[in-house]
């Protein structure tokens, strides 16, 4: 038996959730999942536990996940070098063939199971499913060649998310976790930056929070502060002066963009805490950087 002030503790915690279920309840949250989160077996149960209960007290959570040390690590085993180009994983034929069946197939497949295991309903998908992700060849730019653009393969940026098939899955108390890959014109695969795709599916579903699981703390100053309550207009200096750069700027500019599009909050969150999610979503205390839509 558990000491009543321990009790006491427990129920201060869910009366503090309560006003936040109440706001949140019938509202769509887009996470986007990778970093630790991802492969730490601790972090995987407690994330799927937070998914569970987020569907439970009336939102409708959709997940969209990574997985690009998976990639690299089959890779490997058929004897392949991953290769990146200005942060962008060259993907040729073989490449997305690999790509498909880890994200599409192990990695979609193991969240699903995680989810359905602490009882919620999750349904696994890839952008080809009902063709809801189409896209197109992403074209880049050469830095070294001015005029000319690099070929970096079946890397796809978004032309139309079709929001239905999620609204659907909604309706039926199901949990989409969505893989990052996209169909062409001609039926063609596309690997497409997991943070965009949550980022536009977030602006598309008019959701409430975009919240993307990170390996740090937030977005950071240049003294190594925590930055929060941040805007549009704010993000726009802090890349402007060089604050926000290198691998960060994928995941910002997919946060940016959403609240621009109507996506009223975005939360850049430590997925190495245990229940960041619950943490960032249902009490007073949030573990990252919030970037919020302009007054």
Known sequence: MIPLSAAKDKA??????????????????????????MVEENLKQGFARDVVLLKLVGMNPVVVHGGGPQIDQMLKRVGK???????????????MDVVEMVLGGLVNKDIVNLINRQGGLAVGLTGKDGAFIRARKMLMKDKEKIGEWLNIGQVGEIEHIDPSLIALLDTQDFIPVIAPIGVGANGESYNINADLVAGKLAEILRAEKLILLTNIPGVLDKAGNLLTGLTAERIDELFADGTISGGMMPKIGAALDAVKGGVNSCHIIDGRVEHALLLEILTDQGVGTLIKRSE
């Open 12 to 37: 201060k915690i869910l009366t503090e959730a309560l006003p936040y279920i109440q706001r949140f309840h019938g509202k769509t949250i887009v996470i986007k999942y990778g970093g630790n989160a």
């Open 81 to 95: 070098q991953g290769e990146f180009i200005q942060g962008m994983r060259v993907t040729d034929a073989e490449t």
